[in-house]
């Protein structure tokens, strides 16, 4: 995915010169976007497998429902279940959650691979390690749906945890955080809004 610069650092060799500090921190680039990508796409098949498995829950109990119904000869029960297993049956048909949480699960897969790839070869890469692992991230990414704006926030406050920067984090709004995976909020208003606040607080 297309993301932003890095919220977090890792500082180089301290006997590194000029070129080498560019070098480490392009490689520090690299590998942040494919653990970046690799969490986003992780989120995003969890979710579309839960919302598959939870289509499918209700679309069973709504069948369940409307067959004993029908053995009871009970009109208006039974027409309003079989409206019910009906549009859930074409929710599940139209969004394809099962597909699309595949799809997010070998972009992860493809991503873990490369990065796997990127630690065998060392902390000291060259300038041409560099722009091969990035261009063979950006070809993963070519295969990528538009990212979530508010989702790759949340992914990179993760990060910055894990990485033990909490003060890189980025505070998203409660309704951002509820509807992250269902709307493309604007991911560089979030994270303005935590640099305009800063000199406020100052």
Known sequence: MTVMEPVVRASPPEDS???????WNRRFEVLYHMR?????????????????LLCTLLITISAASAVAALLKQV??????????????????????????AREHGKLAVDYRRLR???ERAGLRWTEEQCSDFSARALEIEAD??????ALVVYCQNELAVAMK???KRFPLRPYE??????????????????????????
């Open 144 to 149: 990528e749906p538009p990212p979530l704006g």
């Open 177 to 202: 955080r509820w509807f992250m995976q269902l709307w493309n909020f604007d991911a560089a208003a979030i994270c303005a809004r935590r640099d305009q606040a800063q000199p406020a607080a100052r």
């Open 165 to 167: 920067q909490p003060d």
């Open 75 to 100: 009109a208006v029960v039974d027409l309003a279940v079989s409206v019910a297993t009906a549009i859930l049956a074409v929710v599940q048909l139209v969004l394809n959650f099962g597909a699309r």
């Open 17 to 23: 010169d000029a070129h080498d500090r560019w070098v």
């Open 36 to 52: 970046l990508s690799t969490l986003y796409h992780q989120k995003r098949e969890h979710y579309f497998a839960r919302a598959d």
């Open 116 to 118: 796997a790839e990127a």
